[in-house]
T-cell receptor, first 111, second 114 residues
Framework: TQLLEQSPQFLSIQEGENLTVYCNSS?????LQWYRQEPGEGPVLLVT?????EVKKLKRLTFQFGDARKDSSLHITAAQTGDTGLYLC???????????FGQGTILTVHP | DAGVIQSPRHEVTEMGQEVTLRCKPI?????LFWYRQTMMRGLELLIY????????DSGMPEDRFSAKMPNASFSTLKIQPSEPRDSAVYFC????????????FGPGTRLTVT
């Protein structure tokens, strides 16, 4: 059983469409991170959220941390082909950096 | 600024051989993490160090795996003897001690054990 469940696992959309990726758990996290990983590379940190209900925006990406700090979402507006990649959520229950990662969402944006 | 550096990028070895993976964290970072990524299990934390001291190695699969951090700028992950099921991509990540959850990953070492 995954501590962090991501959905959907795969997402294939056309350029210009909007999308949302979800990260859910029954556990409370002190912080939650979103990473993006491209083939042959390491994950790249996109954002950290630490406060329940927090919303952060990074250009066309909007990240939200649930009020109870058990879930998070990533919303991309007007997706571009450059958004293609593996999106990973990760949570820290310990505040020591002991991250647990979700299985990831593979996003493919078609021109 | 240089990011996390890992070597080698690719390693192919035969079952039973010793494998050593190397990592240089970002200068000034004082926490270092070793992860393993596979299709089946995703990204898993193996061990992490704070100020060169191992803090939690509960993710290390078995005694064949060991990790050291002799100084602030170098760490190794050793597998001896290696087995085919150890085939995976191994990542090193580093962070500042007071923001441990913001981790910066290296490019990884793809290990294949035949």
């Amino acid at each position: 059983t995954q501590l962090l469940e991501q959905s959907p696992q795969f997402l294939s959309i056309q350029e210009g469409e909007n999308l949302t990726v979800y990260c859910n758990s029954s556990s409370v996290f002190s912080s939650l991170q979103w990473y993006r990983q491209e083939p042959g590379e390491g994950p790249v940190l996109l954002v950290t959220v630490v406060t329940g209900g927090e919303v952060k925006k990074l250009k066309r990406l909007t990240f939200q941390f649930g009020d109870a700090r058990k879930d998070s979402s990533l919303h991309i507006t007007a997706a571009q082909t450059g958004d293609t990649g593996l999106y990973l959520c990760a949570g820290d229950r310990t505040s020591y950096g002991k991250l647990t990662f979700g299985q990831g969402t593979i996003l493919t944006v078609h021109p | 600024d240089a990011g996390v550096i890992q070597s080698p990028r690719h390693e192919v070895t035969e079952m039973g051989q010793e494998v050593t993976l190397r990592c240089k964290p970002i200068s000034g970072h004082n926490s270092l993490f070793w992860y393993r990524q596979t299709m089946m299990r995703g990204l898993e934390l193996l061990i992490y160090f704070n100020n060169n001291v191992p803090i939690d190695d509960s993710g290390m699969p078995e005694d064949r795996f060991s990790a050291k951090m002799p100084n602030a700028s170098f760490s190794t992950l050793k597998i001896q003897p290696s087995e085919p099921r150890d085939s995976a991509v191994y990542f090193c990540a580093s962070s500042l001690l007071d923001i441990p959850y913001e981790q910066y990953f290296g490019p990884g070492t793809r290990l294949t054990v035949t």
